[in-house]
């Protein structure tokens, strides 16, 4: 069964450094998400993407983030400068379809990040 | 602002028995409701309900949805100690750009 894969599983850094979370989606997918779920708390939405731009982002998607489709499978998440309250799990999500209809999301493993 | 609220927040039971998750919804431009199963990491996608008074089912699991109150419930039958989890309400909105506001979950325990 097809699967949202992403890497690291566990990313640790220092305040003030850049880190890319990294992400593939369902092959077949067009619209890829990003969420974040800082520990004990609700899963957030941060940004969604379509056709190589962002379609919607949160309040949470300051300029400190930037998202990217680099090639044909690959899907990025960059911090610019982390800070300690982007310490979270990092989901990354795909669907067949958002706009129009109402597809599932379909979410990978996550991504730990702990900014020291 | 968008909200889902999902009660209880956490729920123990004993194998056998029968559960019903709750959630409620208050969100501008309803597309969907979609139930996720959430054991140690990744969100599992259960159910998608778009139309009122549809019941989805899977097994143990049913779900349906009421777009006149704005709830759903799950219903879980005879659990089984594998069913502990914590259960995700989300809820699909927007009009051209489509994104999922998630409830607290509930944390479901079935104990031996």
């Known amino acids: 069964e097809p699967e949202v894969t992403q890497t690291p599983s566990h990313q640790v850094t220092q305040m003030g450094q850049e880190v890319i979370l990294r992400c593939v989606p369902i092959?077949?997918?067009?619209?890829f998400y990003w969420y974040r779920q800082i520990l004990g708390q609700k899963v957030e939405f941060l940004v969604s993407f379509y056709n190589n731009e962002i379609s919607e982002k949160s309040e949470i998607f300051d300029d400190q983030f930037s998202v990217e489709r680099p090639d044909g499978s690959n899907f990025t998440l960059k911090i610019r400068s982390t800070k300690l309250e982007d310490s979270a799990m990092y989901f990354c999500a795909s669907s067949a379809a958002g706009q129009g209809d109402s597809y599932e999301q379909y979410f990978g493993p996550g991504t730990r990040l702990t900014v020291t | 602002e968008d909200k889902v609220v999902q009660s209880p927040l956490s729920l123990v039971v004993h194998e056998g028995d029968t559960v019903t998750l709750n959630c409620s919804y208050e969100?501008?431009?309803?597309?969907?409701l979609l139930w996720y199963k959430q054991e140690k990491k990744a969100p599992t996608f259960l159910f998608m309900l778009t139309s009122s008074g549809i019941e989805k089912k899977s097994g143990r699991l049913s779900s349906i949805l009421d777009k006149k109150e704005l709830f759903s419930i799950l219903n879980i039958t005879a659990t089984q100690t594998g069913d502990s989890a914590v259960y995700l309400c989300?809820?699909?909105?927007?009009?051209?750009?489509?994104?999922?506001?998630f409830g607290k979950g509930t944390l479901l325990t079935v104990n031996p």
């Open positions: 989300a809820v699909g909105s927007g009009g051209s750009n489509y994104k999922l506001t």
């Open positions: 092959s077949n997918h067009l619209y």
């Open positions: 969100v501008t431009n309803f597309r969907s």
